[in-house]
T-cell receptor, first 114, second 117 residues
């Protein structure tokens, strides 16, 4: 069965510092991988996705993630944090059985301080 | 496009009451989903639908029911509310395009925060 583990439920960085949010997955089939962001009191919005092809994918707001099959990882990074990046981030992997089902990680809350 | 809309935004229910959470999308998506979000637990799939008239259970369906009479609407019904159903509920939809990954891009509504006391 597919699963997602996000290491660190809370991450705190200084403004301008590197952001690194960790995601490891398990999947019995080639996965599609996603990062979603949730701002306070809002729904989730897609940040970026990996399907096939280039393993380094770029998303909105300067975020990127690299698919590493050998490490079963899909970590999210941003070179320089901005105060507006404070949010909760969810990694997700496609579930088995089709019908577009996604399996979500527990989420990582990112705090950015001045 | 309004995208995915949900009503109400907030609701407080007493134990044993029933209610329907409304969800609508105007993107002509065939696939729709209901999730619940609990702190530290991520999102859990309650029910999903692959088109009008077709629904199926997700990971945590107990205590809920759904129907899908039109492409646009996918209401979630709580029949006998229990404190364990206190949560934030999200509706989502996704397209049926055959381009890679598009099938799996889910578009979320703003959520309904439900408290059962």
């Amino acid at each position: 069965a597919q699963s997602v583990t996000q290491l660190g439920s809370h991450v705190s960085v200084s403004e301008g510092a590197l952001v690194l949010l960790r995601c490891n997955y398990s999947s019995s089939v080639p996965p599609y991988l996603f990062w979603y962001v949730q701002y306070p009191n809002q729904g989730l919005q897609l940040l970026l996705k990996y399907t096939t092809g280039a393993t380094l994918v770029k998303g909105i707001n300067g975020f990127e993630a690299e698919f590493k099959k050998s490490e079963t990882s899909f970590h999210l990074t941003k070179p320089s944090a901005h105060m507006s990046d404070a949010a909760e981030y969810f990694c997700a992997v496609t579930g088995s059985g089709g019908y577009n089902k996604l399996i979500f990680g527990a989420g990582t809350r990112l705090a950015v301080h001045p | 496009n309004a995208g995915v809309t949900q009503t109400p935004k907030f609701r407080i229910l007493k134990i044993g009451q029933s209610m329907t959470l409304q969800c609508a999308q105007d993107m002509n998506h065939n696939y729709m989903y209901w999730y619940r979000q609990d702190p530290g637990m991520g999102l859990k799939l309650i029910y999903y639908s692959v088109g009008a008239g077709i629904t199926d259970k997700g990971e945590v369906p107990n205590g809920y029911n759904v129907s899908r009479s039109t492409t646009e609407d996918f209401p979630l019904r709580l029949e006998l509310a229990a404190p364990s159903q206190t949560s934030v509920y999200f509706c989502a939809s996704s397209p049926t395009s055959h381009s890679q990954g598009a099938w799996y891009e889910q578009y979320f509504g703003p959520g309904t925060r439900l408290t059962v006391t």
